[in-house]
């Protein structure tokens, strides 16, 4: 604050040597002016311009903590305030770059999105997308799992550079298993089993929200408090417009609407459904199956290891609307030789 109020100084001090000439010409003509005119000119000379002042630099003041350099935790708004004078007769700049999530509340519970993902044409334009979302959301911690023997520097400089909290991980698929994705999903749930204790005071949900789909900012509100595991409508999938759950006037959920295997025990996307933490904590050995499973059964087995059907918390409007849909990206066409190498797409 001291660099800034300095600032303010400056800027007083010019716009002062600025208005002498104009106040001086004023107050020759003062003893002409009635009083209230007097009274105007003195309010619009000097008054003004110092108030004006005085609230931007309140107004900064409020909002540079909350941008301080360093901070792991950041404040989406406006990053970076900078007033500065170019030498010459240019006009002074301010430049802002919006760059943060929102402040981190330690009254909301921590949504921690897990996403595996891998090398492909389209991967950063899928990233990118999916973190422009998860940027709007309030204490989010997103999980990234690469298929990948190392880390990749697109993967990692991508999520540098959003500003979210973030933890980049790797592991490789080193053969072909039946769902793609349950090895990385796995080490994220070792991850969070790591790092947090059963009997830990810290609250929070887990999503798995994979890097190619598209999400409504309504849906993180609706499953933030989740108590045990919330499901919604997915958009787009199971050959269906969307696919969805049958609740009864009771609001509780009795069965699935799915045209693929409707019997499974819990016929829901991947996409469809969060799980507490503390929950997910307590039964240590529920994980994503990576061999002998058929293909839409992934989920079932997982939410078997965890709850039955009368657990299930119906979200979106009891379930009447699609907050996430599978919008995913199309394959781009063969390119031609020739473009730098070095350039990321």
């Known amino acids: 604050m001291t ?6 100084i400056r800027i007083m001090f010019i716009l002062g040597l600025h208005s002498i000439p104009s106040c001086l010409g004023s107050w020759r003509h003062a003893d002409r002016m009635p009083l209230k005119k007097k009274h105007i000119l003195a309010f619009v000379v000097i008054v003004v311009p110092v108030a004006t002042l005085l609230l ?20 989406r708004g406006i990053g970076t305030v900078r007033i500065f004078f170019p030498r010459g007769n240019k006009e002074h700049c301010t430049k802002r770059v919006y760059v943060r ?66 933890t980049h991980l790797n592991v490789q698929e080193v053969e072909k298993l039946t769902s793609r994705g349950s090895r990385q999903r796995n080490l994220a749930l070792t991850w969070l089993r790591d790092t947090f204790g059963v009997n830990d005071s810290h609250h929070g949900v887990v999503f798995f929200g994979d890097d190619d789909n ?31 759950i049958k609740v009864n006037a009771l609001g509780k959920v009795y069965g699935w609407k799915t045209r693929y295997a409707p019997d499974r025990p819990f016929a829901i996307d991947m996409a469809g459904f969060a799980v507490n933490l503390k929950l997910l904590l307590s039964k240590p050995k529920a994980n994503f199956r990576l061999y002998n499973v058929d293909v839409g059964q992934q989920e079932t087995r997982f939410l078997e290891d965890l709850v039955t059907i009368d657990d299930l918390e119906p979200k979106a409007d009891n379930c009447t609307k699609v907050l996430v849909w599978h919008t995913r990206t199309e394959k781009p066409p063969p390119f031609f030789s020739g473009a730098d190498p070095s350039i990321e797409t």
Do not use: C
Not at 3 to 8: G, I, L, N, P, T
Not at 217 to 236: A, C, H, I, N
């Open 3 to 8: 660099f800034f109020f300095q600032k303010v």
């Open 56 to 75: 931007q630099a309140s107004y900064y003041g409020t909002i540079e903590p909350l941008v301080a350099p360093g901070q792991d935790i950041g404040a």
């Open 101 to 166: 999530p929102p402040p981190w509340s330690h009254s909301l519970p921590t949504i921690y999105v897990i996403t595996p993902t891998y090398t492909r044409l389209v991967q950063k334009a899928d990233l990118t997308r999916m973190s422009n979302t998860l940027l709007h959301v309030a204490n989010l911690h997103w999980i990234v799992v690469e298929d990948a023997d190392k880390k990749t520097s697109l993967v990692g400089n991508l999520l540098k550079n959003t500003g979210l909290n973030y």
């Open 214 to 244: 598209t999400y409504s900012l309504q849906l993180f509100d609706e499953m933030r408090y989740t108590e045990k595991v919330s499901v919604w409508p997915v958009g787009f999938t199971g050959a269906m417009r969307y696919q969805s």
